[in-house]
Nanobody, 123 residues
Framework: QGQLVESGGGLVQAGGSLRLSCAASGRTFSTYTMGWFRQAPGKEREFVAAIKWSTSTTSYADSVKGRFTISRDDAKNTVYLQMNSLKPEDTAVYYC????????????????WGQGTQVTVSS
């Protein structure tokens, strides 16, 4: 089973930026899709972005398109989520996830999960 460790969360004012990192280990992730999800209090865990490790194909939720960018670093086995123009509604716990195969947006189709990192955007 793969291990995923997120970092980079914090408190930021609206309009600010944060970069989340997800360090991956325990598997060969070259055939995997890496995803970012988020969960706000009282809400379901929702898809944010994903990247196919082998091709760098990406997918984004409509709510973050143009503001967030997902990328990966092969040498560090790390996936990043650059978040710009943050809004209060982006406040949530952000989770990194992995699944073998193509990009999908359903959280139940991901096998490995990190512990989450809190992002709070103040207005």
């Amino acid at each position: 089973q793969g291990q995923l460790v997120e970092s980079g969360g914090g408190l930021v004012q609206a309009g600010g930026s944060l970069r989340l990192s997800c360090a991956a280990s325990g598997r060969t992730f070259s055939t995997y899709t890496m995803g970012w999800f988020r969960q706000a209090p009282g809400k379901e865990r929702e898809f944010v972005a994903a990247i196919k490790w082998s091709t760098s194909t990406t997918s984004y939720a409509d709510s973050v398109k143009g503001r967030f960018t997902i990328s990966r670093d092969d040498a560090k086995n790390t996936v990043y989520l650059q978040m710009n123009s943050l809004k209060p509604e982006d406040t949530a716990v952000y989770y990194c996830a992995a699944r073998e195969g193509r990009i999908v947006t359903a959280n139940y189709r991901y096998d490995d999960w990190g512990q989450g990192t809190q992002v709070t955007v103040s207005s």
